[in-house]
């Protein structure tokens, strides 16, 4: 929403800033002439890097942590699950520990699962701002910039999703799941 409005000011500025020209008395039937707004730029994914099918995501460095002596912010990464219907799905994995989230557009709220190994462990919901790093995976999943997680098992491409009551993680054959990209 943001940046169709940076663009339309934009527009609206070209616009604006074309009639101001010197005038020699002759009418400039160009600027006169409504001009055609420009069609919004593409936004860029919020992801920095990408490795394989995991997209890793900055976090800002806080003030206490530049003044120990961090210089770069660390890199969490995030896998994307794929979408059903409205909902959207990403994973986190720290060693033997993966926390899938999921939110629903416009993806205010989301679901955190917590697994360690294949052992479902806790659910929880939270809000979502721009600030939690699992707001930009699921944006950049929205406007697809991120391509889904698949595997291989017995020679059949999987994908994977957690069930409505957060208590499976679903591996299933990726070409009759329902998951899409």
Same mark, same amino acid.
């Given at each position: 929403m943001k940046t169709t409005?940076? $663009? $339309? &000011?934009?527009a609206c500025a070209m616009v604006l800033v074309s009639?101001?020209?010197?005038s020699n008395g002759a009418s400039n039937s160009a600027a006169a002439a409504p001009a055609a707004p420009a069609a919004p730029a593409a936004p860029k994914p919020r992801y920095s890097?990408?490795?394989g099918l995991e997209y890793g995501y900055e976090q800002g460095i806080s003030e206490a942590d530049r003044q120990k002596g961090q210089a770069a912010a660390p890199i969490t990464m995030i896998s994307y699950l794929g979408r059903r219907g409205d909902s959207y799905q990403v994973m986190v994995k720290s060693g033997n520990v993966r926390t899938v989230a999921e939110c629903t557009k416009p993806c205010e709220f989301a679901k955190m699962y917590v697994f360690i190994g294949d052992r479902f462990t806790s659910k929880e919901n939270m809000?979502?701002?721009?600030?939690? &790093?699992?707001? @930009? @995976?699921?944006?950049?999943? $929205?406007? /697809?910039? &991120?391509e889904q997680?698949?595997?291989?098992?017995k020679g059949v491409a999987t994908t994977f999703w957690v069930d409505g009551d957060g208590k499976r993680l679903i591996v +299933?054959? +990726?070409?009759?799941? /329902?998951?899409?990209r």
């Open positions: 409005l940076k $663009m $339309m &000011l934009v009639g101001c020209g010197e890097i990408k490795d809000r979502i701002g721009p600030e939690v &790093l699992v707001s @930009a @995976a699921f944006s950049d999943a $929205m406007q /697809g910039h &991120l997680l698949t595997g291989q098992q +299933a054959d +990726a070409s009759t799941s /329902g998951v899409t």
